[in-house]
């Protein structure tokens, strides 16, 4: 079990945000099938302040998803501190501080990975947060700024120092942004030099992975973020099933949380066929599955081509028994 100040967290496999992804329906059916935690999407903390609807609908939670995190990203501690007091009104079990995106979008303004040159802004926000949202704070950032700046120990103290509940580290750098591979090694000199819990992030693709993660790094969890599109069961020990019936079985609970939770079905329709698309991946056959996702014009046509293809699913079964 992994602790977090007073959170209990009953799987040390915790869902990653992922920008466009980890909505509602998302979170829920990754807790289905095992992660311990999730966290939402990114939210822009002037866009709470400031009540936007687009940025104060992705607040949306349940209670059956608990322990839950909603992430907040920004460089100015005064607005960082309003709106973890908004975030806070919701319930959420802790908020969790951007200082790791290498978006441009976001480090321009000097938030995201760039707060990772500037620590001192950096443990201001993090107490601006602590003290007017009054819960737990985690923090993720990366390796480093880039690989002649590696300052991920020096940075996680300062975070601790500043009041922290829990670090997550990604093992890539900020100039790397996504490519290349993460850097275990840093996670585990991170781990060595604090005292309360660090999570690892970066090339974890199963459960499996993240076992080996722990094992090589001592780190106390282990963070899933693109392993888990398409395969809400990196979170089992058993790993994502290699048959399509199967692997239909997830879309159609992900749809299922999604009618449940947005009564407009079109809504962010764009998204949602790339959350489906990927289920389909490394699949024989898998480039006309992903026709037939990527063609649907409306939600209802989404629904009516994946249920037609469970049907002929059901009809090879029962013609090869």
């Known amino acids: 079990m992994l602790r977090i100040a007073d959170i209990s967290i009953d799987s040390p496999f915790i869902l990653a945000p992922l920008a466009g992804y980890t909505d509602l329906p998302f979170r829920m059916l990754c807790r289905e099938y095992g992660a311990g935690m999730c966290v939402s999407e990114m939210i822009s903390c002037h866009g709470l302040v400031y009540g936007q609807s687009k940025t104060m609908a992705m607040l949306q939670s349940d209670p059956k998803e608990h322990p839950v995190a909603f992430q ?25 501080i951007n200082m790791g995106c290498p978006v441009p979008k976001v480090t321009k303004r000097g938030a995201g990975a760039a707060l990772m040159g500037d620590p001192l802004l950096a443990a201001r ?93 001592g780190c106390d969890g282990v963070m899933i973020g693109r392993g888990a599109l398409g395969n809400p069961w990196a979170f089992t020990r058993t790993g994502r099933p290699g048959g399509l019936p199967s692997l239909l079985k997830g879309v159609f609970r992900h749809l299922e949380l999604r009618e449940q939770f947005f009564a407009d079905a079109d809504y962010a329709l764009g998204s949602l066929k790339n959350h489906i698309g990927r289920y389909f991946k490394m699949i024989p056959g898998s480039a006309g599955f992903r026709r037939l996702v990527y063609a649907s014009s409306s939600y209802a046509q989404l629904k009516e081509n994946m249920s037609a293809l469970r049907g002929e699913q059901e009809i090879h079964k029962n013609e090869n028994p």
């Open 72 to 96: 907040l990203f920004g460089a100015d501690p005064e607005i960082m501190g309003q709106a973890a007091a908004i975030a806070a009104r919701l319930k959420p079990d802790c908020i969790d």
């Open 125 to 217: 926000i993090i107490k601006a947060v602590r003290e007017q949202g009054g819960l737990p704070v985690t923090v993720k950032f990366r390796a480093g700024i880039d690989s002649s700046r590696m300052n991920a120990v020096s940075f996680a103290r300062m975070a601790e120092q500043a009041g922290a509940a829990a670090v997550i580290v990604h093992g890539r750098t900020w100039a790397q942004g996504f490519t290349g591979k993460a850097d275990w090694q840093t996670i585990a000199r991170v781990k060595e030099a604090l005292a309360i819990p660090v999570i690892g992030n970066g090339d974890v693709q199963s459960s499996e992975d993240g076992l080996m993660m722990m094992a090589r790094t």
